[in-house]
């Protein structure tokens, strides 16, 4: 199953590695930075309990789940917008925080959707204000009314105990008991002189929140927990789980690149990523 989303750093293309080595012998799956999806939805775990601080990603999911129908509905009125003008206008909704206060729950995912297939690289980015500040994207046929998998998706996260809420990765994780497994995607080290992607919130996500991330991973890992954990193959990142019982797995894939925002040409690259596996040692 294909995430409905478009997200950044999305593991889409490493799923089936990732998949392999978490494996399937575990009670309940938890993924505290839940993004496009792309490990749950190819796992497609029985018992999933999934969160993001992100409140618009949270509530498409949810609205997925329970009203599927009403928001098919709700997209058809954006399939023929997509042009720079009318993006803008309603990316800037969150700036009128009146007019924002009176869109429903299905609105706002249908408006999160929208914005999500026409912005740059599908990118979610905001200001400190939390106002999404992410470019139109220029996509010739951007799949804005996913129909098809919207009830895929729906059916899935209906069929098997899947639920979905806003909250802090420790809370979530922290719930997580001996047999259970863990899969973070924090936004990932970057190291100085690097282009990295780091305005996915607000507040960021520094090393300091990579050194607590560490010690949430350690404290399930005593529990019984399996930990794995997606982050750029850094020194940095290196050093802070390279002991035991944490494993390293480095994860290649070719990655398709626009170079510039305005550019039509693409470019390929091959894109290596370091996947760190921690279960207790018995």
């Known amino acids: ?80 917008k997509n042009n720079s003008h009318d993006y803008l206008q309603i990316r800037n909704i969150d700036r009128q925080p009146i007019e924002f206060s009176r869109l429903t729950e299905i609105e706002r995912a249908a408006r999160f959707m929208y914005l999500n297939h026409t912005c740059f690289n599908g990118i979610w980015r905001v200001n400190q204000n939390g106002q999404n500040n992410v470019p139109f994207g220029r996509y010739v046929n951007p799949k804005i009314l996913a129909a098809d998998e919207i009830r895929d998706v729906s059916k899935y996260f209906n069929d098997y105990n899947v639920s979905f809420e806003v909250n802090d990765y420790r809370v979530v994780a922290n719930r997580a008991q001996a047999g259970d497994v863990v899969y973070f995607d924090p936004p990932y080290d970057v190291e100085e002189g690097q282009n990295g992607f780091v305005g996915y919130t607000a507040s960021g996500f520094n090393q300091n929140n990579q050194r607590e991330l560490k010690e949430l991973c350690d404290l399930l890992v005593q529990r019984g927990v399996t930990v794995g954990i997606s982050n750029s193959n850094t020194r940095f990142i290196r050093e802070l789980y390279g002991n035991d019982p944490y494993n390293f797995y480095e994860l290649h894939s070719e990655l398709k690149v626009r170079r510039t925002i305005g550019a039509k040409s693409e470019s390929r690259r091959e894109v290596t990523e370091l996947f760190i596996i921690g279960r207790l040692q018995r």
């Open 1 to 80: 199953m294909q995430p409905i989303v478009k997200w950044a750093g999305g593991k889409r293309r490493f799923a089936q590695q990732i998949s392999k080595l978490l494996g399937n012998n575990f009670n309940n799956y938890y993924e505290p930075f839940i993004g496009g999806g792309a490990i749950l939805l190819y796992m497609e775990p029985r018992n999933a309990k999934c969160s993001d601080i992100n409140v618009e990603l949270i509530n498409l999911y949810n609205i997925v789940k329970n009203h599927p129908e009403e928001l098919i509905v709700e997209l058809q009125k954006y399939i023929d």
